[in-house]
């Protein structure tokens, strides 16, 4: 398993399954072009490497030339193909084959005939190191090919995720299953936000505090947010439905997310159901809630040492952080069994240093 940027991505072909395909590409297009000299025509970026080992197995005259087109942002095509690199200015009555690293939806092959439709060449092929013949439109015919290969996205041998990984020399897939969404719950000064930092950057997920998330839609003056304040304006509770609407508008704005933190929602059991109506219709699920435990008496000696520091009347009163205590305990405790039904309650010990407490945490995690 490897990681890059957010993503993770597991092992698809070996170096030696790779270069086994590159070999028969080479092997294919010799048949055809042996007797004469053709132009091949690498496609930038993702190309480079196929193309420098297929030269190395091509034992035959030729010359070599690039262009270099662009559809890809991130993990999907954009549509949109934009020419960066011309073609050679030689090819007129010449053969030429586009050495493409892999064909899937055929955006950039249609860019690449279009070119080459546009010149005198004798006459041009296609040669592709990977082919995705179940999303390919099948407009023009692929005339050699190493693998097929499944609607995957891939990294490794040139191809890339947001520029990394063309260096390396296996394929990997990515590894859709890696998501992992969490529920964070704790007392006040149990270190939730501490270890939350934690998660978020050792484990590339989105922290979503809905804390945060009403006072910035609140703050932006967004229709959830105008709407949430009307409802505390009054006093009144804002309805779940309203908490449920920002947190889909959280996650849809993070799609490339490797997973996220939900903290201080749910905080009741329909809430929990509602949270995972929202997560199964986006084809996931929560993970593991984890909940960081400690004794009372050692969490209001915290809180009131954070008291005097941030100023915080609630953190300056015993008798409110116990009610603050309570409040929780009788939250919690329904949300406690309607997880522990789903085999996803994980109890840590919030007691000790950071580091300590973080080891924990990565426990539970690793073990997901």
Not at 221 to 240: C, F, M, W
Request: glycine share 6%; hydrophobic share 40%; aromatic share 10%.
């Amino acid at each position: 398993m490897i990681q890059l940027h957010d993503k993770y991505f597991k092992r698809f072909l070996s170096e030696v399954e790779v270069q086994a395909a590159v070999k028969s590409v080479a092997k294919q297009v010799a048949a055809d072009y042996k007797h004469e000299t053709p132009i091949f025509v690498g496609v930038l970026n993702g190309a480079f490497m196929f193309v420098s080992d297929f030269l190395k197995y091509y034992q035959h005259p030729c010359e070599v030339s690039f262009v270099k087109l662009g559809s890809y942002q991130g993990l999907t095509s954009t549509g949109i193909v934009e020419t960066l690199l011309d073609l050679p200015e030689n090819i007129e009555g010449r053969s030429v084959i586009i050495l493409e690293d892999i064909i899937d939806t055929g955006r950039t092959l249609k860019e690449l005939i279009h070119l080459l439709s546009n010149t005198n060449v004798k006459e041009f092929k296609i040669a592709s190191l990977f082919y995705k013949a179940e999303v390919y439109n099948g407009e023009y015919a692929i005339d050699y090919f190493g693998l097929k290969i499944p609607d995957e996205f891939i990294v490794g041998y040139g191809l890339d995720y947001m520029e990394l990984g063309r260096n390396l020399r296996e394929v990997y897939q990515l590894n859709q299953k890696h998501m992992i969404n969490l529920v964070l719950f704790g007392k006040p000064g149990a270190g939730k936000g501490t270890q939350a930092e934690f998660l978020k950057d050792n484990y590339n997920l989105k922290h979503i505090s809905t804390g945060d998330v009403f006072r910035r839609n609140m703050a932006q003056n967004t229709e959830l947010g105008k709407l949430a304040k009307s409802y505390i304006d009054r006093g009144d509770l804002v309805p779940d439905e309203v908490t449920i609407k920002m947190l889909r508008d959280e996650v849809e704005k993070n799609p490339e997310a490797s997973g996220f933190i939900f903290d201080g929602f749910p905080r009741t059991a329909a809430q929990a159901e509602a949270l995972d109506e929202l997560l199964e219709s986006k084809d996931m699920k929560i993970n593991a809630t984890i909940a960081l435990e400690a004794r009372d008496e050692v969490l209001i000696q915290r809180l009131l040492e954070r008291g005097k520091i941030s100023g915080r009347t609630d953190d300056q009163d015993e008798e409110k952080i116990r009610n603050r205590f309570e409040e929780y305990n009788q939250k919690t405790a329904p949300l406690k069994e309607y997880y522990e039904a789903q085999n996803k309650f994980h109890s840590v010990n919030g007691i000790g240093a950071i580091d300590e407490i973080t080891m924990r945490l990565a426990k539970v995690i690793e073990e997901l």
